[in-house]
């Protein structure tokens, strides 16, 4: 039996970095990317939003943010989310992040929207 084999090798790679590359190529972030956001968001949330608002993910470079109300959401949509996206961007310039989405979400009590957590 003869087993063809390329000659060209190629370099050997950490398996975190190979799971690194896979997770970034399917829009998820790092644990240190997802932890940035998390402190950024409670920089810029109202006290008002606190338990209210829970970040879910981050895909293709839009943030999707659960809310506990749809009026909340609408409140979020419409009169905060220029405002909140240029702070996100100042803070976390090395994250791409092209917009956000609040959806909602009847779980939003989780730590994301304390601060202070």
């Known amino acids: 039996m003869v087993v063809n084999r390329s000659s060209k090798r190629r370099e050997p790679h950490r398996a975190g970095e ?4 896979a997770l970034r190529d399917l829009g998820l972030p790092s644990q ?3 932890e940035r956001v998390r402190r ?7 006290p008002a939003w606190e338990g209210r608002t829970v970040l879910r993910r981050i895909e293709g470079g839009v943030l999707e943010i659960g809310v506990s109300s749809a009026p909340l959401r609408e409140e979020l949509a419409h009169f905060h989310q220029e405002r909140l996206l240029e702070v996100l961007r100042r803070a ?7 917009g956000l989405h609040f959806v909602l979400d009847g779980t939003s009590t989780g730590t994301e929207g304390r601060k202070g957590s």
């Open 18 to 21: 190979l799971v690194s590359r």
């Open 92 to 98: 976390m310039p090395d994250v791409s992040l092209i």
């Open 32 to 34: 240190r990317v997802s």
């Open 40 to 46: 950024a968001w409670l920089g810029v949330m109202e």
